[in-house]
């Protein structure tokens, strides 16, 4: 009877243990499924990087690039997954200038797997770095007492170098350096920071630059006023017009030593050549000549002249078309000659009619040699009279 019991009781030992297997499998099926989990915004890093150095090498536009990385596993080892747990990057070993499709690598626990990348590829562009030398622009600021000026009479260095990405050193329009000049007495040198300059007047930065600072020399001189003469050649275009540089300033100032200037009586621009000038209403910058040791003062350190192009018009005059004027009464006059010209030169795109005149003011009767007018209405740049005299006889 003991054997009985006993032998039952294994027997519900086995089913019970049955019942446990299968339960647990259960469980595993159906309360710890496989699953699967996205992780969005996961930030690719750059692997490698050190050598787009040594390639000469830039990223165009560095921003953030990111993946969304789904990993599938069973649910109990997802629940403990979280973003920090997964990495994303990008090899640049073999990146080249222009576009690089480079495959994103995605590192994660060992417990799951990866199911999918999305985008598989980023695409990376490079541009080539270059290295550029430019001259060192001195700007001022500060006022030195009536009658000098200070100026910067060397630097040191007076070039620099800068380094960086094609595309940003391309957009650097000057390298300035800016020095405050109101406190010069005599002569100091200063350090004067450096500073980039974009086409739009803004300061650029992220790019090398081989000094950051400029040493200059100023010292404090004396200016004066002279007149400036402009200075051309040929009066007519590669078209045949004329041409006249108008608004000029009549004076301008220079700098230098007293002994220096006391010679100096007049500034003369180089020859401008009229004959490539063809487009009307142009500004065009004069360069001078400058005595040595003699500098143009910041006032004036940009001369401009505007461009006034000309029409040229002969026009004919019989001895009846002259308008007499200041004639005696009683008295009647009388022109020897038979044709005039005038040869008028003007504006262009301005208009009036012209006459020729003679003023026979207080003359008698006899012949007169009288100087002829010509009056227009519009404004004359110049004329020339073909004769410029009319001999007149008068009678009663």
């Not at 003699?294 to 940009?302: A, F, K």
């Not at 007499?324 to 009619?353: H, M, P, Y």
């Amino acid at each position: 009877m003991m054997a009985n019991s006993l032998k039952k009781l294994n027997t519900n030992v086995i089913i019970s243990i049955l019942g446990a297997v299968v339960l647990w499998m259960y469980v595993l099926s159906e309360v710890n499924p496989e699953v699967t989990t996205t992780f969005p915004n996961i930030k690719v890093a750059f692997q490698n990087e050190q050598v787009l150095e040594e390639k000469q090498l830039s990223i165009m536009d560095k921003g953030e690039f990111s993946v969304s990385v789904r990993l599938i596993g069973k649910r109990i080892e997802m629940d403990k997954v979280s973003a920090e747990d997964i990495t994303a990057s990008v090899d640049l070993a073999h990146a080249q200038s222009g576009e690089n499709n480079l495959k994103v690598n995605v590192k994660f626990p060992s417990n799951v797997a990866l199911d999918q990348t999305n985008p598989v590829l980023i695409t990376v562009k490079m541009e080539n770095v270059i290295e550029s030398e430019r001259e060192i622009n001195i700007a001022y600021t500060g006022n030195s007492q009536a009658g000098k000026e200070a100026i910067i009479e060397s630097l040191s260095p007076s070039k620099i170098t800068i380094k960086g990405p094609l595309s940003q050193v391309s957009t650097v329009w000057e390298v300035r350096a800016t020095a405050d000049l109101s406190a010069i007495t005599k002569s100091q040198t200063m350090n004067v920071p450096i500073v980039l300059i974009d086409y739009d007047g803004k300061e650029k930065k992220g790019i090398i630059v081989s000094a950051e600072k400029v040493k200059a020399h100023a010292i404090l001189m004396d200016t004066k006023n002279v007149p400036l003469k402009v200075v051309t050649t040929n009066d007519k275009n590669q078209l045949g017009q004329f041409v006249e540089l108008i608004n000029t300033p009549k004076t301008v100032q220079v700098v230098g030593t007293a002994e220096t200037l006391a010679n100096v009586n007049q500034i003369e621009t180089k020859p401008v050549d009229i004959s490539n000038v063809v487009t009307p209403d142009r500004e065009l910058t004069l360069h001078v000549n400058l005595p040595e040791d003699v500098y143009l003062s910041r006032s004036n350190s940009t001369i401009k002249a505007n461009v006034r192009l000309l029409d040229t018009l002969t026009e004919e005059f019989a001895a009846k078309d002259i308008f007499i004027t200041g004639l005696a009464e009683g008295l009647k006059a009388e022109i020897s000659e038979e044709g005039f010209a005038v040869t008028i030169k003007f504006a262009q795109n301005t208009t009036g009619a012209g006459r020729l005149t003679l003023d026979l003011t207080g003359l008698d009767e006899g012949t007169h040699l009288v100087d002829l007018k010509y009056e227009s209405g519009r404004p004359l740049i110049d004329k020339q009279l073909e004769p410029k005299q009319a001999t007149v006889t008068i009678t009663k």
